[in-house]
């Protein structure tokens, strides 16, 4: 049972205010028309709630349309802004958040002290930074549109203890109200942002993978049909093992394509119990990288138990994410360098870690590793062409998986990647 933290219910029925308050949502009424843009409409709501709902700070998430993550949009304090910690494009997984559990409960929750509830959950980072900004207590409540969830409106004070079942239900006339214009506008901003990586996405396969890929294993299957001559019996090896890897990356293309689908919730998942993370997945991305690897003069290290590691996974997708991750170790990282690769058991968990030398990241580079079409600049490393979207993949896949990633760097030194996947059993 959670200290310092009341759910109330989303029931509407019954719901009575005083004047005040009535007077309120009336004014809210006739002004929340006026706003064109997210900006103006949360400003309407900052200026006229503010004498029945104590707030010290407001935040507007979104549930994106994979619904798997969900991103802040809007915030506004009445501090300092230096010292604002989550802002406007903070993103975090749903399914592992507690954000998630308020959508379970249909209700919204009111967490009265905040430093109590980071002891409970301390995981929780976004509860870390509200701290680092003074943010006390704070109330969240469910934006739903024709009984859809689409994100979250978040109310926060400096003050403990200041919110209550009664500034719940104001919440929640309010968000009846606003909620309409807000997914209006954000709607429009997400069918002009999905036609764009659309179109770039699909001019980069056209031009960069599909054909040469296709023409490539044309080549290949034609050689091993004996049509151009004999075939040697150490080139059939070679040439089989080049159809597979492009075989693969056929795949990959497809995978991308998909990407466009993820919106609509049409990615494909399929997990089956068994999977052999070294062998199935590690070996076989290994392999793929090879080629990359010898062109650089790098080497694989491979640090992990002697017996596999057996996990319910989709394998093809789980070598999408071992091939991205030891790929871009190679890309990014200097020639003739060791890429440390460890693979473990922890606490119920696989552990897949990747680490290279070269320019790593820094801490504001790091915020966009996760993001479609999020290709980092960096001196150094303009002549490594990449779609941006391999990380982001990747990111997806684990979320899919009920895991997590994790990104450290020390900029100019190295960078290490690593995944947690749940319930591995020894093979």
């Not at 809210?28 to 700070?57: A, F, S």
Request: proline content about 3%; aromatic content about 8%; hydrophobic content about 40%.
């Amino acid at each position: 049972m959670e200290k310092n933290v009341t759910y109330i219910s989303l029931e509407s029925s019954g719901r009575s205010f005083d004047s005040e308050v009535t007077c309120m949502l009336d004014r809210l009424r006739g002004q929340i028309g006026i706003g064109q843009t997210l900006d103006e409409v949360m400003e309407v709501v900052w200026n006229t709630t503010r004498p029945v709902l104590p707030h010290d700070r407001i935040g507007l998430s979104f549930i994106e349309n994979d619904g798997e993550r969900v991103t802040s949009h809007y915030f506004k304090a009445d501090y300092d802004l230096a010292t604002v910690r989550l802002g406007k494009d903070y993103s975090a997984g749903l399914a592992n958040s507690t954000l998630k559990g308020i959508l379970d409960k249909g209700a919204a929750r009111i967490i009265g002290s905040l430093p109590a509830y980071l002891e409970e959950n301390p995981n929780s980072v976004s509860t870390k930074l509200l701290l680092a900004e003074g943010i006390a207590s704070n109330l969240t409540l469910p934006l739903k549109v024709d009984k859809r969830d689409v994100g979250f409106l978040f109310f926060s004070s400096r003050n403990a203890g200041v919110f209550t079942e009664v500034h719940a239900q104001v919440l929640l006339a309010v968000s009846d109200i606003i909620s309409q214009n807000i997914e209006k506008i954000w709607r429009i901003h997400q069918l002009e942002q999905s036609r764009r990586d659309y179109l770039t996405l699909l001019g980069f396969v056209s031009h960069e993978m599909k054909s040469p890929l296709s023409s490539m294993m044309a080549v290949g299957s034609t050689y091993l049909k004996g049509y151009q001559g004999p075939v040697d019996p150490l080139a059939d090896k070679t040439v089989k093992k080049m159809m597979r890897i492009s075989g693969y990356m056929v795949n990959m293309v497809n995978n991308y394509l998909d990407l466009s689908r993820l919106e609509s919730g049409e990615m494909r998942f399929n997990p089956v119990p068994g999977v052999k993370f070294r062998e199935e997945v590690l070996d076989f991305a290994m392999d793929t990288v090879s080629a990359r690897a010898e062109e650089r003069g790098s080497r694989i290290l491979v640090e992990g138990p002697e017996k596999d590691i057996l996990l319910t996974g989709d394998l093809d997708l789980l070598r999408i994410v071992a091939v991205n991750l030891l790929d871009n170790a190679i890309k990014y990282g200097d020639e003739n360098i060791e890429v440390q690769v460890k693979l473990a058991e922890e606490g119920g968990k696989l552990v897949f870690a990747v680490r290279n030398k070269g320019v790593g990241f820094d801490k504001e580079q790091a915020k966009k590793l996760f993001r479609r079409f999020s290709r980092l600049k960096q001196k150094g490393t303009e002549d490594r062409r990449g779609t941006g979207l391999g990380l982001y993949l990747t990111w997806w896949i684990i979320q899919k998986h009920g895991g997590r990633i994790e990104a450290d760097s020390v900029p100019d030194q190295w960078a290490e990647f690593r995944i947690y996947l749940p319930a591995p059993q020894r093979g």
